[in-house]
């Protein structure tokens, strides 16, 4: 994509990962994660579903190219990533579609981390087996 054309840009992160997604204004509809087609990069038809989930909610899925680069954390929170760093992007383009978005869910973050491991347990929580002999 040419880099003179002007686009709308937002963030996105879930656990680890992070994603970065450019709208280009006059566009065709074609999503591209990492420099690769949506259906490459995303095997699982769930993850695509949810990359395309903030264009299709505003009505805006050929309206735009979509831009995308993620980086870190696995592929289902790559997907999560990049669909509120789309809806953050639309964001930018029309202020109205705030509340839609928002009702989805789709600009608020998912807080939820890993738990670190603690001293003398197997896991997070894991205690080892109690052995009475």
């Given at each position: 994509?040419?880099?003179?054309?002007q686009?709308f840009e937002?963030?996105?992160?879930?656990?680890?990962?992070t994603a970065?997604?450019?709208?280009?204004?006059p566009?065709s509809g074609?999503?591209?994660v990492?420099d690769r087609?949506v259906?490459?990069?995303?095997?699982?038809?769930?993850?695509?579903?949810?990359v395309?989930?903030?264009?299709?909610?505003?009505?805006?899925?050929?309206?735009f190219n979509v831009s995308i680069?993620?980086?870190g954390?696995?592929?289902?929170?790559?997907?999560?990533a990049?669909r509120?760093?789309?809806?953050?992007a639309?964001?930018?383009?029309?202020?109205?579609y705030?509340?839609?978005?928002?009702a989805a869910?789709?600009l608020t973050?998912d807080?939820r981390?890993?738990e670190?491991k603690?001293p003398?347990?197997?896991r997070a929580r894991?205690r080892?087996?109690y052995t009475?002999r």
């Open positions: 994509m040419a880099e003179t054309q686009y937002g963030v996105g992160r879930r656990k680890e990962a970065r997604a450019r709208l280009y204004v566009g074609r999503v591209l990492n087609t259906e490459e990069y995303f095997g699982r038809e769930i993850d695509r579903i949810a395309y989930a903030p264009l299709k909610l505003t009505g805006t899925e050929s309206r680069k993620v980086n954390g696995g592929v289902a929170g790559q997907a999560i990049a509120m760093a789309i809806a953050r639309l964001l930018e383009v029309d202020p109205e705030r509340s839609t978005l928002k869910g789709y973050r807080a981390e890993k670190r603690k003398g347990l197997k894991k080892p087996t009475k």
